[in-house]
């Protein structure tokens, strides 16, 4: 097995230091209150991704890259491995006072790779997100989560295509629970918006570590169409999904 140290993704995290033009801030008080109601339960997780798919879909990604101050913020990522480095994006004060991460129940954050990069096959418990190509290319795969077994879940495949800028992949635990993404570029990126601590809308049989379980889905379909994937360590998922040829 290749070291814990070099399966280690780097991360870290950065203050907000880009250009705000008005409609880039509507944007993130539109993602922000999307993300307070389906915390409230004003809102249902499949109605939030509907609503951060359009709402993503509207700002053209060449502004949101100024925005984000991208370039400031992962240009001098070295990519020492196949897996994401992140960091995550404190939005603009004069949008929103600036909370730590550990008090809120809401994230921001780019995760960059190089072409071959990975971020394993996953799914999640109590949680939405929101996965928006800024620069590059994937292959995604993502399966809807059909039911939860002792220590293994029934998935679906519901898409396996390459997604490019601007593209939108969401999830929750209703719809394309299941995501894995391959760079298919150098410098691929996207930005990331979630909520996590969200009423479960069905009842899991399996915990979560930080909302995650790692999955593998490299496995036979059944003839119903389903897989039935493993639950996976991340060193286990990250040597099969992500280890260095
Ligand atoms: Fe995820």
């Known amino acids: 097995m290749a070291s814990i140290a070099v399966l280690l993704a780097l991360r870290r995290s950065l203050a907000f230091a880009g250009e705000h033009p008005s409609s ?7 993602l922000l209150d999307i993300g307070d109601q389906v915390s409230k339960g004003q809102m249902t997780v499949i109605e939030w991704q ?3 798919a359009i709402l993503n879909h509207s700002v053209p990604t060449a502004d949101l890259i100024k925005y984000l101050d991208l370039e400031n913020l992962t ?3 070295t990519f020492f491995n196949r897996l994401a480095s992140t960091v995550d ?8 006072p600036l909370i730590p991460l550990s008090e809120r129940n809401w994230f921001v954050r780019v995760f960059a790779m ?7 096959p996953h799914i999640h418990n109590n949680m939405v997100s929101c996965h928006l190509v800024i620069s590059g290319s994937f292959h995604v795969r ?7 077994l002792d220590d293994a879940v029934v998935l679906r495949p519901t898409m396996d295509h390459l997604i490019k800028a601007g593209d939108v992949i969401t999830m929750s635990d209703q719809r394309n629970n299941q995501h894995w993404f391959v760079a298919e570029d150098d410098r691929s990126q996207t930005f990331d918006a979630g909520v996590i601590g969200l009423k479960a809308s069905w009842p899991y049989g399996l915990k979560a570590d930080q909302n995650t379980i790692f999955v593998d889905v490299d496995r036979t379909e059944e003839r119903d169409g389903t ?3 493993p639950r996976m360590t991340f060193l ?3 040597e099969k999904y992500a280890a260095d040829a």
């Open 24 to 30: 880039l801030d509507q944007w993130t008080h539109g």
């Open 50 to 52: 509907e609503r951060v």
């Open 75 to 77: 240009g001098d990522f």
């Open 89 to 96: 994006v404190v939005m603009p004060e004069h949008v929103t």
């Open 114 to 120: 190089r072409r071959g990069g990975v971020i394993l």
């Open 142 to 148: 993502t399966h809807d989560r059909i039911k939860d």
């Open 227 to 229: 897989i039935v994937a």
């Open 236 to 238: 286990d998922c990250a």
